[in-house]
T-cell receptor
């Protein structure tokens, strides 16, 4: 399967713990996106990378959230000091993007986080 | 937050019926996309639209990019039980890369 993969698929943690999620994009894709989705809503954009550069991070929900893509391939999303309100589905998407041209984002299966 | 208004919120239809849902925005988008999401899974791309006025089909699905670039619709013809799921519209602008989603249309198909 050459689609976007995410690990883990599910994570249960206690409030105050740190969690890290991984995303492996489609191999030839240069752009990688993180979204959060809460129940009954569409995905909400958090941040994106073009290759290893994080080009947009102002939409990250707080300074407890951070993302990396050190080698321009896989990415990690870390949430520090988790709170119950962080419980959601975290989705990763990737695309091949060229400036000024429409692109299509393909999503992974998501990581469902439950903070107790 | 979401800037796209998607309607209806939910639909209950009989197998074989046609379905129509739409998305409107106060802002212009350069690309409109339609995704389907099933429980516990990520959204799966159905149709992508890149030009105003574009009408694109994918099997029983047809979608159009509105002329004003502020709206799009998705039609599903002759619905079948496996069409069940939540359908999301999404809009993308070239100058920033955060894709905005509608709140979704939940489709239920009765056999």
């Amino acid at each position: 399967d050459t689609g976007v993969s995410q690990d883990p698929r599910h994570k249960i943690t206690k409030r105050g713990q740190n969690v890290t999620f991984r995303c492996d994009p489609i191999s030839e894709h240069n752009r990688l996106y993180w979204y959060r989705q809460t129940l009954g809503q569409g995905p909400e954009f958090l941040t994106y990378f073009q290759n290893e550069a994080q080009l947009e991070k102002s939409r990250l929900l707080s300074d407890r959230f951070s993302a990396e893509r050190p080698k321009g391939s896989f990415s990690t999303l870390e949430i520090q000091r988790t709170e119950q309100g962080d419980s959601a589905m975290y989705l990763c998407a990737s695309s091949y993007g060229v400036a000024g041209v429409g692109e299509t984002q393909y999503f992974g299966p998501g990581t469902r986080l439950l903070v107790l | 937050g979401q800037q796209l208004n998607q309607s209806p919120q939910s639909m209950f239809i009989q197998e074989g019926e046609d379905v129509s849902m739409n998305c409107t925005s106060s802002s212009i988008f350069n690309t409109w996309l339609w995704y389907k999401q099933e429980p516990g899974e990520g959204p799966v791309l159905l149709i992508a639209l890149y030009k105003a006025g574009e009408l694109t089909s994918n099997g029983r699905l047809t979608a159009q990019f509105g002329i004003t670039r502020k709206d799009s619709f998705l039609n599903i013809s002759a619905s079948i039980p496996s069409d069940v799921g939540i359908y999301f519209c999404a809009g993308l602008r070239y100058n920033n890369n955060d894709m905005r989603f509608g709140a979704g249309t939940r489709l239920t198909v009765k056999p």
